[in-house]
């Protein structure tokens, strides 16, 4: 009984250190700026997202779109909603000033063979770590249909080359 005992609480006192030990290490405090807008987040570091644009070779920082959806313009929304839903035809009735923003970015991921993602350019992104504040200009957003976590305990994924490994 008792080593059963220390071995749930050890356990249990693992998790709680590893969530800890996460928290410090792998979630970011993220601004996102783009078009005048500002919108504050966190996002945890994905290890295993490489995902690049296509066209500029530039990372993809990963959002849900529930997130951006109240600062975007009736034609994204509709893009999005409609690559959701399979209809590749899709009317781009975009603002002039989105028109050089968005992208298309082509994955493949574990459970889905293969997929298209909404992306735009926005004009910088900062992350901030305890140590550490990082800027970044040349990067994507992909928009995120679902949530990312059960807890909302973030609601971006950062690849590691915008931190810099």
């Not at 800890?20 to 987040?41: A, G, M, P, T």
């Amino acid at each position: 009984i008792h080593l059963g005992s220390i071995f749930i609480l050890g356990e249990l006192g693992w998790g709680a250190v590893h969530r800890k030990i996460c928290e410090s290490r792998c979630l970011y405090q993220v601004e996102l700026h783009w078009n005048n807008y500002r919108v504050d987040f966190k996002a945890l570091l994905d290890t295993g997202n490489q995902l690049c644009d296509p066209l500029t070779k530039e990372p993809v920082l990963v959002v849900e779109f529930a997130l951006l959806k109240p600062f975007l313009p009736q034609g994204v929304i509709a893009a999005v909603k409609g690559l959701q839903n399979e209809e590749y035809e899709i009317n781009w009735d975009l603002p002039p000033e989105w028109e050089g923003r968005l992208r298309l970015l082509p994955f493949h991921s574990v459970g889905e063979h293969r997929g298209m993602l909404i992306g735009f350019r926005p004009d910088r992104l900062v992350v901030r770590s305890k140590e550490r504040e990082y800027i970044n200009q040349r990067l994507v957003v992909a928009f995120h249909q679902a949530r990312l976590t059960t807890d909302d305990a973030y609601q971006g994924l950062i690849p590691p080359v915008l931190l810099g490994t």
